[in-house]
């Protein structure tokens, strides 16, 4: 059937039925934007496609292409590299028509968003091309040797577009693994909604406006409200997706954000300290250990999910406790074999947001006796990709637990007494 | 050693040095208020204790038992039930004197809480007594069946004394058991900070109003904001703890809460519709299945823990997937086998805020055909107790599904296409 760019069609396959326009694709799927503003991309096989409306004729306005927006680039702009993680629909940015490119180039990107072409020189790269929640910890490991590349090779900026569902995780592994001389800005975005330009535009624009500040940590750059007013630069190790779909679901946790991008004037506004451009030398260090296990606590949980951690050869754990940083009483004897057995048990808590402490109650207590790290007021999601990159950096288990104990990337604030 | 009442003490034990003021207590522990603000208790075997202080003539003051508090109780005032689950520091008020009673009686209450003997007359029991994190499926039942007999014996409402730690656990496994004609309300206190007498005194008196109001459901009702200015009065269902230490750490998720108490005339504003005292018959399902798993996804994590569970012969297992419900494609395989071996799969969200829907990607298609259940906008720690709590009603696969898919006790909000 041929489906051209705009085209209202219906989709039966596997008994659920989609409709709406068709969007660009590289890939083999079909694109469509829903009614619901999101994305469907659906492989044609076996599927059953009807034609329910061919595009109107303003329809292909929205696929012009602006005439040559990259001749407009003047050579004397800061050069930012764009790489792109992720192949399928959420995992990259949909940029102002929606469109889903498997592949893309900094021509692709500056024909849908021409603004960018005033504020950068721009190539873009593929590091890898996986679902968002397909991501490994292995990945962050190539995306930081990539990065590092751009950096040695004289990008002035990364822009990392990144599928929002575990771009936190992704952020945190590199703030570990980089020193960064320059920006580094993971960026996504939420979804279309009913105005498919607004979100993916304005975060581009906006994480482009940061990764060419003298901003130099691993930030993540999201829309701040559900209006387009501005941008939040989140740093790496502090922000949480707080919402499934909001288009302001990336919050900074337990710290300010570092600033703000306003997008009508692409100002930038700081309010907490951060390392300035230039400041450090690049240093990556990008080795990780896959092997941790996050054990999320309830009450009635048994600790076998500890044992079975335990022997199956985990060589860290994380556990998201309740309140203050518990878990169960009868966990404690399994806290203290891994331990004895050189397995770091870090202790983080499902409240998210407050400071861990394990010195006031008695559970708390018998948990740091049995050998229980506390994870501060770092996130546990955080604290699990810390531990395996801590892990992936030394096989010493007395090294490992000062590493955990220390701050590396602002992923705990200075202790205070609980 | 002579202790009393406010003397200010060290204690050694296990190389942890504790210093505060010495508070009532009825256990063997001695009862510490650090100058933290919390509260210690320790165990006097093995431990140094030295007198760093004898208490002030004006501290005695704070322990003064106002006159025969109970006497003015009058019998025309409601009548309501405090029911007490925890014998430690943090499971039960603390009230104005930060005093931690084991075993305690209305009278005890009235002594410290004057006011309340305005709001009701009281009578209390002890339900049991655990650590909230000790808290375990088995005693909801056990709590239901308590809070059942006495709302047959009279009681025009309920409070349960609980630790903050699982607390929205508990309020959450209440709203499935029991259909209410009285309020049940759930209070604890965060901590005592520097000003012992706010945060226990406030959450009483106010869950003492709602108690005795119109809203018969299940609620939590503790501090809107870090000033003693009201009470939020939330959903069991849908309340969750969003800070380790904050007295407003209680945040109603995905709803808004039923309404306020203002502390200042104890009059109560609600913004929720919710079922009036009276309307709805005592009915109690209190059976439970504790064999349930709650596994948090996080990027590289294996499908063994999934594994795990299955062939543990666990009934049941809540996924709490990235975004809008999403786990790794090969834990895919995993879900299958689980629910093609009788055992539901639900799907939350880690972001907690906003809906899951699995039918936007590739992965959250696969996982609803290898059979997994949206959680919609249920909390994952609530989809957790729910699911627990199904399975203790049936049996039948099919009946238990049907139960996960409908909204029981306002613990998801109406189906909106996603």
Not at 30 to 51: C, F, Q, R, W
Not at 125 to 143: A, C, Q
Not at 258 to 276: A, L, P, Q
Request: include cysteine.
């Amino acid at each position: 059937m041929d489906l051209e760019q705009g085209d209202r069609v219906q989709i039966v396959k596997n008994d659920v039925v989609y409709e709406g326009i068709v969007r660009p694709s590289n890939t083999e799927h079909i694109v469509l934007k829903m009614d619901s503003g999101y994305n469907a991309g659906i492989h044609p096989e076996n599927a059953e496609i009807t034609v329910v409306e061919k595009k109107e004729a303003e329809e292909k306005t929205r696929f012009f292409k602006p005439e040559s927006a990259s001749t407009k680039q003047k050579s004397d702009l800061p050069k930012v590299s764009i790489l792109s993680t992720g192949g399928t629909i959420a995992s990259k940015i949909d940029y102002r028509t929606g469109a889903v490119t498997a592949q893309f180039s900094a021509d692709d990107i500056l024909e849908t968003i021409p603004e960018l072409s005033e504020i950068a020189e721009f190539t873009g790269k593929v590091v890898y091309n996986v679902l968002s929640e397909n991501m490994k910890p292995e990945y962050w490991t190539e995306l930081a040797k990539t990065v590092s590349k751009e950096i040695e090779n004289g990008a002035d900026g990364i822009i990392i577009a990144h599928g929002t569902d575990t771009m936190m995780y992704s952020a945190a592994a590199l703030s570990f693994m980089i020193d960064t001389p320059v920006p580094i800005v993971f960026v996504g975005s939420q979804r279309s909604a009913d105005r498919p330009s607004s979100d993916n535009a304005m975060n581009a624009i906006c994480a482009a406006t940061v990764a060419t500040s003298d901003i130099a940590e691993v930030t993540a750059v999201m829309h701040g409200t559900t209006s387009d007013d501005y941008c939040e630069i989140h740093r790496g190790t502090q922000v949480r997706k707080m919402h499934t779909s909001r288009r302001d679901a990336f919050k900074s946790i337990n710290s300010d954000p570092i600033g703000f991008v306003d997008y009508s004037n692409r100002k930038i506004e700081t309010i907490s300290d951060y390392t300035k451009r230039g400041t450090r030398k690049l240093n990556v260090r990008e080795q990780i250990e896959p092997s941790c296990g996050l054990v999320k606590f309830t009450p009635g949980t048994s600790p076998d999910v500890l044992s079975h951690y335990i022997d199956s050869g985990y060589r860290g754990i994380v556990l998201e406790g309740t309140g203050l940083g518990h878990v169960s009483t009868d966990w404690v004897p399994e806290i203290e074999r891994a331990v004895d057995s050189g397995i770091p048990v870090v202790v983080a808590s499902q409240c998210l947001n407050g400071r861990v402490c394990d010195r006031v109650y008695d559970t708390g207590r018998d948990m740091l006796k049995a050998g229980a790290i506390e994870a501060e007021d770092m996130l546990p999601e955080v604290a699990h990709v810390k531990l395996m990159w801590v892990l992936g950096q030394t096989d010493d288990f007395d090294t490992a637990i000062e590493m955990l104990k220390s701050n590396i990337s602002h992923e705990m604030t200075s202790r205070s007494l609980c």
